[in-house]
């Protein structure tokens, strides 16, 4: 990233033309070029119709303005809106006036990574705000708004003051150890509490799956023997021809992935190869991803054709054993979960029914408050193996309990960015949009 002290701007708006764009600018000397282009900076946090002109004087367009002066904005700086005319010229024309007046464009994430630097929010905050603009499901907007929010950040700075709590207090026992004022039982209810902070931790890490179930999707496998019908019941779901469907057993050798949004869930449904004994290295290749697959998914649909009287196998793990080709199959005979027609449509929405049931059992009693990133996820197992070391270490000597639980604070810090992450921030805002 280059200088902070840089004053930069970006479109941040979306893709143009566009009835309206956002162009934002931040830094110090967003007021002096606000005056450059208008005339004068307009009163803080009042939208302003005002004429917009370039070096020579002539209009680029009329926009509203809109002036946040540090450190009461979105950043920390100074920080100026102009909402103009979204066609491709008007905003160009501004964005290179912005550059003549020597700005510099910024870059992906910069806006939201001064917000950062200057204590204006956190980095669980910033990678909020990054699902949030990522967010395509209401599901996704709403675990994307807790953390955005700050929800997920007060429950780590919460565990984190009480873990600086106790650490005080057995250091205080160790200062006064030769005075008998602090009385032995008090490091009874300290031992208590850092217990008890270990198991919330415990808890809220055993949550990260169903977080990133929300955040990335609940996989959804379609398995079955060739010609099961797996591919056409992947296009009936998704409600357009994205698999190749013929009559030829082993069509389907890749794994084919669509998303859909189920009644504001995130699901990822996979079609794979059918499962047989085949000769074909193309085809067994595809039949060893298909296995590789199944190992990772959250349900199974395992395919069986009834017609072709097949059963549908039980896999290990969640699985619906669904009966296919029910228009023109002999319907009884087999235990299915379920008879589809993806012809028909017959059984389609009992199958989406029974899909969202099976995942919202998964998600069950699961809060918002989750951890949806490996990078929490790792920190938090950190806080809970130096936790656990303190407890471990609690009857020897209070230096070393002491010490561990300084490390568990500090590693429950780096998630929130409270404590040096410096290595992290460019993998992290980078990730960002420019303009964001
Ligand atoms: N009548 C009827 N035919 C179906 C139905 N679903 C699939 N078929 C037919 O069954 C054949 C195989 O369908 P696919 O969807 O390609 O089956 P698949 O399981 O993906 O097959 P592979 O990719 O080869 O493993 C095609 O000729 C489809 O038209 C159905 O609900 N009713
Ligand atoms: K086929
Ligand atoms: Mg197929």
Same mark, same amino acid.
């Given at each position: 990233?280059?200088?902070?002290?840089?004053?930069?701007?970006?479109?941040?708006?979306?893709?143009?033309?566009?009835?309206?764009?956002?162009?934002?600018?931040?830094?110090?000397?967003?007021?002096?070029?606000?005056?450059?282009?208008?005339?004068?900076?307009?009163?803080?946090?009042?939208?302003?119709?005002?004429?917009?002109?370039?070096?020579?004087?002539?209009?680029?367009?009329?926009?509203?303005?809109?002036?946040?002066?540090?450190?009461?904005?979105?950043?920390?700086?100074?920080?100026?809106?102009?909402?103009?005319?979204?066609?491709?010229?008007?905003?160009?024309?501004?964005?290179?006036?912005?550059?003549?007046?020597?700005?510099?464009?910024?870059?992906?994430?910069?806006?939201?990574?001064?917000?950062?630097?200057?204590?204006?929010?956190?980095?669980?905050?910033?990678?909020?705000?990054? *699902?949030?603009?990522? !967010? +395509?499901?209401?599901?996704?907007? #709403?675990?994307? @708004? %807790?953390? /955005?929010?700050?929800? =997920? &950040?007060?429950?780590?700075?919460?565990?984190?003051?009480?873990?600086?709590?106790?650490?005080?207090?057995?250091?205080?026992?160790?200062?006064?150890?030769?005075?008998?004022?602090?009385?032995?039982?008090?490091?009874?209810?300290?031992?208590?509490?850092?217990?008890?902070?270990?198991?919330?931790?415990?808890?809220?890490?055993?949550?990260?799956?169903?977080?990133?179930?929300?955040?990335?999707?609940?996989?959804?496998?379609?398995?079955?023997?060739?010609?099961?019908?797996?591919?056409?019941?992947?296009?009936?779901?998704?409600?357009?021809?994205?698999?190749?469907?013929?009559?030829?057993?082993?069509?389907?050798?890749?794994?084919?992935?669509?998303?859909?949004?189920?009644?504001?869930?995130?699901?990822?449904?996979?079609?794979?190869?059918?499962?047989?004994?085949?000769? *074909?290295?193309?085809? !067994? +290749?595809?039949?060893?991803?298909? #296995?590789?697959? @199944? %190992?990772? /998914?959250?349900?199974? =649909? &395992?395919?069986?054709?009834?017609?072709?009287?097949?059963?549908?196998?039980?896999?290990?793990?969640?699985?619906?054993?669904?009966?296919?080709?029910?228009?023109?199959?002999?319907?009884?005979?087999?235990?299915?979960?379920?008879?589809?027609?993806?012809?028909?449509?017959?059984?389609?929405?009992?199958?989406?029914?029974?899909?969202?049931?099976?995942?919202?059992?998964?998600?069950?009693?699961?809060?918002?408050?989750?951890?949806?990133?490996?990078?929490?996820?790792?920190?938090?197992?950190?806080?809970?193996?130096?936790?656990?070391?303190?407890?471990?270490?609690?009857?020897?000597?209070?230096?070393?309990?002491?010490?561990?639980?300084?490390?568990?604070?500090?590693?429950?810090?780096?998630?929130?960015?409270?404590?040096?992450?410096?290595?992290?921030?460019?993998?992290?805002?980078?990730?960002?949009?420019?303009?964001?």
């Amino acid at each position: 990233m280059s200088a902070a002290g840089d004053t930069i701007y970006a479109l941040s708006s979306g893709a143009l033309p566009s009835g309206v764009a956002v162009v934002r600018v931040s830094g110090k000397d967003a007021f002096s070029c606000c005056r450059a282009i208008t005339g004068e900076v307009p009163a803080p946090r009042k939208a302003r119709l005002m004429r917009l002109v370039d070096a020579a004087g002539s209009p680029i367009d009329t926009a509203l303005v809109l002036v946040f002066a540090g450190p009461a904005s979105f950043t920390g700086e100074d920080c100026i809106e102009f909402q103009l005319h979204g066609g491709r010229a008007v905003v160009r024309a501004l964005l290179d006036r912005l550059a003549g007046l020597g700005l510099r464009h910024a870059e992906a994430g910069e806006f939201t990574r001064r917000a950062f630097e200057n204590g204006k929010i956190d980095l669980v905050e910033a990678e909020g705000l990054s *699902d949030m603009i990522g !967010a +395509e499901t209401e599901m996704q907007r #709403r675990l994307a @708004l %807790e953390q /955005a929010g700050g929800g =997920l &950040s007060e429950l780590y700075d919460g565990w984190a003051r009480e873990l600086t709590h106790a650490r005080a207090m057995i250091e205080a026992e160790l200062d006064f150890s030769d005075e008998d004022d602090i009385p032995g039982s008090v490091s009874a209810t300290i031992w208590g509490t850092v217990e008890e902070v270990g198991h919330q931790i415990e808890s809220h890490i055993a949550g990260s799956r169903a977080g990133e179930i929300i955040r990335d999707g609940y996989r959804v496998v379609i398995a079955g023997p060739p010609n099961a019908g797996k591919s056409s019941l992947l296009n009936a779901l998704a409600r357009r021809d994205v698999a190749i469907v013929t009559d030829v057993a082993g069509t389907t050798r890749d794994i084919l992935e669509v998303y859909l949004d189920l009644d504001g869930y995130a699901v990822r449904l996979c079609d794979t190869a059918g499962l047989r004994e085949s000769d *074909d290295v193309v085809e !067994a +290749e595809g039949m060893r991803r298909a #296995r590789a697959l @199944l %190992e990772e /998914a959250d349900l199974i =649909l &395992s395919l069986g054709d009834i017609g072709a009287g097949q059963p549908a196998e039980r896999f290990e793990g969640e699985c619906l054993r669904i009966g296919t080709k029910a228009d023109i199959g002999n319907q009884t005979g087999a235990d299915f979960d379920l008879l589809i027609s993806s012809r028909t449509g017959a059984g389609m929405d009992r199958l989406v029914e029974m899909i969202k049931a099976r995942l919202e059992a998964r998600l069950a009693g699961a809060s918002l408050s989750l951890p949806v990133r490996d990078r929490q996820v790792g920190y938090l197992k950190e806080t809970l193996r130096h936790i656990q070391a303190a407890l471990d270490a609690r009857d020897y000597s209070p230096e070393i309990p002491a010490e561990s639980l300084r490390q568990a604070a500090v590693a429950l810090g780096r998630i929130t960015g409270r404590v040096d992450v410096e290595d992290l921030l460019d993998v992290i805002f980078s990730s960002f949009c420019v303009g964001k």
